[in-house]
């Protein structure tokens, strides 16, 4: 037998350096061996044999020392010097050492001068080091069983199962960490100064993680000119748009126009109307900077142009103003809307991390206004990679689960609102003391019956008449035929359509869910949508019409209704022809379907009087059970408690569809 073995050279040293109560520090290197004992194993000279024979003895002799040594129970033992007298103190002494300075550190050439042991201990000291770096008992441990190292209390520990491969170690390690309630501050500290962002966002949607992970925003260097002139400096700055009869383009000439005059319509309403509210008394500054971050928004809205924005500094522009508006919630809906839109793309990512935005929007996920906080939540889990669905939410605002939840989803319920209705506000219930803080009963009693639904609603401008439309331009994607395409790219990208699908509209918003699910029908890219379904429930929907239009439209050259009103009059072809494929489909799927209708009549500005919007022959599509309520148009889908008739029969109406997919 032939061949060749190469020994590698362990070279092992003591370093004694104390931190805390632990008194000793082993270090190890292992040096690479330059060359190679080579031998040969030839039987036919007696040189061969020889050395076969000695380095074998060596070699088992190593061995058996090892062994032995690692069964033996000795204690180690350090050196404390005191004055010139060195003291021999045992490591279970309980005595903890004061002073780094009182200890001698051992250099990695100085074994035999300070070793107080014998030449043999030492020997045998680097053969146990050389076996178990062979069989790194330790670390095949920790690789096999991870949750033992979650179990850990040490910061170092935990952020390494954080940057693990592996999807499960990795959640295991952050949910490690937001259970930590009772660590001292430097902990915390250690883990937000050393984590990833990925860590970080994680972190940030658990409820019940300290705020010492989330270091303040790094501190901005102060602005040459106001933070209006800083918006409009981002406006200028952003691609001008191709085509020059587009919204981009209107909202960006708003934004830039000096000259523009602001002042109210006949019907009390603003000409400009803005996405969010501002207050009425707010002045002119202020709306200039509605217009800004209404082009901002829009601008952001799009991927192409979206990069734009973060790489001129724009976040930076918006720390400025959220320091300089701090209890605005007009101007923070605008911020987290926007971040919620730079947040579907995923290069952009790291820079609303790196820029502090994680700290402000864990701060707004738990704001009292819960239009603020639903909102600073969706713009997390648009952050949250990681996670495993890797839904995105652009004018989706997630109602629940909020948090990670490793619970299975077994259904998708999907809100969409009416006209000038909110993702949040339409389903707010009506309190009457707080009214941005008020219960958003799908979020907190729908999820609170059955924990296994996600719910998402979805958002979209739409406006009564032109006066205060937003935009002149593309009128065609506020037809309901082309507010559904537009919702239902959005509505893939959030991964609805992969499960049980149960629908809620209300007013104009269940006419685009029928209208959903009819293209879903006859497009196969949308198949998933009509396919799904598992169930309808409408609140006051004008299936045939209402009865308000048709008295716009005889007075349309003085209200000018929008296009989304003009579909709704009564004679409506599209109406008659969309409803009667809705019925076709739900008759032919036996899919169920619960209506409510209003019977109380609702109440205007002055001096227009209280009318019934939608009569309840309109509002009952004639398929499945239809209840008239006594509320108006605006109440009807605000039942008041959980009590109330309208939560019970919806409540019932889901468990019937859950546990029937079930």
């Not at 729908?446 to 937003?470: C, M, Q």
Request: proline share 6%.
């Amino acid at each position: 037998m032939h061949g060749s073995t190469t020994f590698p050279i362990l070279k092992c040293c003591l370093r004694w350096s104390f931190t805390g109560p632990r008194p000793l520090l082993l270090q190890f290197r292992r040096k690479q061996f330059l060359g190679s004992i080579a031998f040969s194993t030839t039987p036919s000279k007696l040189s061969s044999r020889k050395q076969v024979f000695k380095y074998g003895f060596i070699t088992l002799t190593a061995i058996g020392s090892g062994i032995a040594l690692v069964l033996n129970n000795g204690k180690t033992t350090v050196l404390q010097r005191k004055g010139s007298i060195e003291i021999k103190r045992d490591l279970q002494d309980s005595v903890p050492f004061k002073k780094e300075e009182d200890f001698m550190f051992v250099g990695q050439d100085d074994w035999q001068l300070y070793s107080m042991e014998t030449p043999d201990n030492e020997i045998s000291s680097r053969i146990q080091v050389f076996v178990f770096e062979l069989f790194n008992v330790k670390k095949f441990w920790d690789w096999l069983f991870p949750w033992e190292q979650s179990k850990s209390d040490d910061p170092w520990t935990l952020l390494e199962l954080t940057k693990s491969s592996n999807f499960w170690i990795r959640q295991m390690g952050v949910a490690s960490l937001a259970c930590k309630s009772s660590w001292p501050d430097y902990k915390y500290r250690v883990v937000a100064q050393a984590c990833d962002p990925r860590t970080l966002v994680a972190l940030a949607r658990y409820p019940q993680a300290s705020d010492y992970y989330f270091l303040p925003p790094p501190k901005l260097h102060r602005l040459k000119n106001d933070v209006l002139s800083e918006l409009k400096s981002q406006v200028l700055q952003l691609p001008i748009p191709p085509s020059p009869n587009s919204c981009l383009m209107y909202y960006r000439f708003l934004a830039l126009d000096q000259e523009i005059r602001y002042h109210n319509d006949p019907m009390g309403m603003d000409i400009l109307a803005h996405i969010y509210p501002l207050p009425e008394d707010e002045g002119r500054k202020e709306k200039e900077i509605g217009m800004c971050l209404d082009t901002i928004l829009a601008y952001t809205s799009s991927a192409d142009y979206a990069p734009c924005f973060i790489y001129n500094h724009g976040l930076a522009v918006l720390q400025h103003l959220c320091e300089d508006f701090p209890e605005s919630s007009w101007v923070q809906m605008y911020v987290a809307s926007i971040l919620t839109n730079l947040s579907c793309i995923p290069e952009l990512v790291d820079f609303i991390v790196r820029t502090g935005w994680v700290t402000i929007l864990r701060k707004w996920s738990g704001s009292t206004n819960t239009s603020l906080s639903l909102q600073a939540l969706t713009a997390l889990a648009n952050m949250d990679r990681d996670w495993m669905t890797k839904d995105l939410y652009q004018d989706i605002v997630l109602l629940h689960p909020t948090q990670r939840n490793s619970q299975p989803v077994h259904a998708d319920i999907v809100l969409v609102h009416g006209l000038r209705g909110g993702a949040v506000k339409t389903w707010r219930q009506r309190d009457g003391i707080d009214p941005f803080g008020s219960v958003c009963w799908p979020r907190d009693w729908l999820a609170t019956d059955f924990p296994n639904i996600r719910v998402v609603s979805i958002g979209y401008n739409s406006e009564l008449h032109k006066w205060g439309d937003h935009c002149p331009y593309e009128q065609d994607k506020r037809t309901i035929e082309g507010r559904s395409k537009e919702l239902m790219k959005k509505l893939q990208l959030a991964g609805v359509g992969s499960r049980p699908i149960i629908w809620i509209g209300h007013s104009m918003g269940g006419l685009i869910i029928k209208n959903i699910i009819s293209l879903g029908e006859n497009e196969s890219q949308y198949s998933k949508f009509s396919s799904q379904t598992r169930g309808v429930l409408f609140f006051s929907v004008p299936h045939h019409g209402s009865s308000v239009v048709d008295v716009m439209m005889y007075a349309k050259y003085l209200l000018f209704p929008s296009v989304e009103v003009q579909e709704l009059h009564t004679s409506s072809p599209k109406l008659a022809a969309l409803h009667e494929t809705f019925v076709k489909f739900m008759s032919k799927n036996s899919i169920p379907c619960l209506s409510f209708g209003e019977n109380a009549k609702t109440p205007f500005s002055r001096p227009l009087p209280k009318v019934l919007v939608v009569p309840l022959n309109s509002s009952d599509p004639g398929i499945g059970n239809f209840v008239s309520v006594p509320h108006n148009h605006i109440d009807i889908c605000k039942p008041c408690n959980e009590d109330d008739i309208i939560y019970q029969l919806t409540n019932r109406f889901i468990k019937n569809i859950l546990y029937s997919i079930r």
